[in-house]
């Protein structure tokens, strides 16, 4: 008898470990279940971000995945609730786009230690744990920032719209601690060293939001005389700038030459009418790529710790011949 109840005893402890096992990412997709995937996006800042979120959430249904989606509205504290929401909801993935670099280290090993899979989408984090997450997805920001220093370069004295000797520029940043933000500035300033007299006059933050590139581009026009270029981290601080360029009486795109980052429909719009000078590609459509990995993560495969997205740059003739068939 005492035999048999501890036989029994045993099958009893086989079969509630395997009920717990059943709990983790990698069982789940073996059995063929559907995948919970938590996501918790930046906020909805600009049209770059909202085409973003439609691309998650259309690949998501596509791809039979369901997707549990928070918007944090720009604060690092909201997205820190919804990751651990997500960690008490026991998903399968967890994946978001951090809103700054710093500061995750503690949320993130809690995912670790429930056995959930991470996957950072289109920002990086600043840890020196990699183990915290299985991949990052998303563009490299500091070739971003190259490649607009870089066309800047190239225009020589042309970009001297004021004929004073020296290229003046001014320069709208993302999110202060954001890795775009960051990355964009660092990839621009080394693009620009190749011609010493470009000089960044003033630089300060306007959150990646359009109301605040046009306040921020309003105080730089009080406060600096003959600026030649606006150098905005993405396109809708850029189009804000606009606003404040044409208010103040002047014609942007020629007595003061743009140069963004994103390639959005407003701004490749406004590149084709002549008001933005150069755009550098930032592609928001990470859905599907985002779906691939994610069921990989899952299924325990292994996965490329950086996956770039494919990307390139735009002109006033290549605005407009792209314009048409632009999805965002």
């Known amino acids: 008898m005492k035999r048999l109840m501890a036989v029994a005893t045993g099958l009893v402890l086989v079969g509630g470990l395997a009920a717990c096992g059943d709990d983790k990412p990698e069982a789940k997709a073996a059995s063929g279940d559907s995948i919970t ?21 259309e690949a998501a249904k ?25 960690i008490q909801q026991k998903v399968d993935v967890i994946a978001f786009s951090p809103v700054v670099e710093t500061g995750w280290d503690t949320v993130l090993m809690e995912a670790k230690r429930a056995n959930i899979p991470v996957i950072l989408t289109d920002r990086a984090v600043d840890s020196k744990d990699t183990s915290l997450y ?54 621009f300033e080394e693009a620009m060293k190749a011609n010493p007299k470009i000089a960044i006059a003033a630089s300060q933050t306007g959150d990646f939001t359009r109301d605040g590139g046009k ?51 407003d701004g490749m719009t406004a590149l084709a009418d002549g008001k933005i000078n150069y755009i550098v590609e930032c592609n928001p459509l990470l859905g599907p790529q985002l779906m691939g990995l994610a069921k990989k993560v899952v299924a325990g495969e292994e996965v ?9 740059v735009f002109d006033q003739a290549a605005a407009k011949t792209a314009l048409s068939a632009r999805q965002y």
């Open 304 to 312: 490329p710790a950086r996956v770039l997205t494919e990307e390139t």
């Open 134 to 187: 299985k991949s990052f997805l998303g563009s490299d920001f500091v070739v971003e920032g190259k490649k607009a220093g870089e066309w800047l370069v190239k225009q020589g004295d042309t970009a001297d719209v004021n004929h004073d000797g020296s290229i003046k520029v001014v320069e709208l940043q993302g999110t202060t601690g954001a890795a775009p933000a960051i990355d964009r500035k660092e990839g």
């Open 62 to 86: 596509a791809a039979g995945i369901e997707l549990k989606f928070s918007d944090a509205q720009q604060k690092q504290e909201n997205q820190i609730k919804s990751i651990r929401s997500f």
């Open 215 to 265: 306040k921020v581009m309003e105080s730089f026009l009080k406060s600096q005389k003959d600026i030649d270029v606006v150098f905005a981290h993405n396109d809708d601080m850029g189009l804000g700038a606009i606003e404040a360029i044409e208010a103040a009486g002047l014609k942007p795109g020629k007595d003061v030459q743009i140069i963004t980052i994103d390639a959005v429909k």
């Open 37 to 57: 995937m938590g996501f918790a996006q930046v906020g909805a800042e600009s049209g770059w971000r909202t085409a973003n979120t439609k691309s998650v959430q």
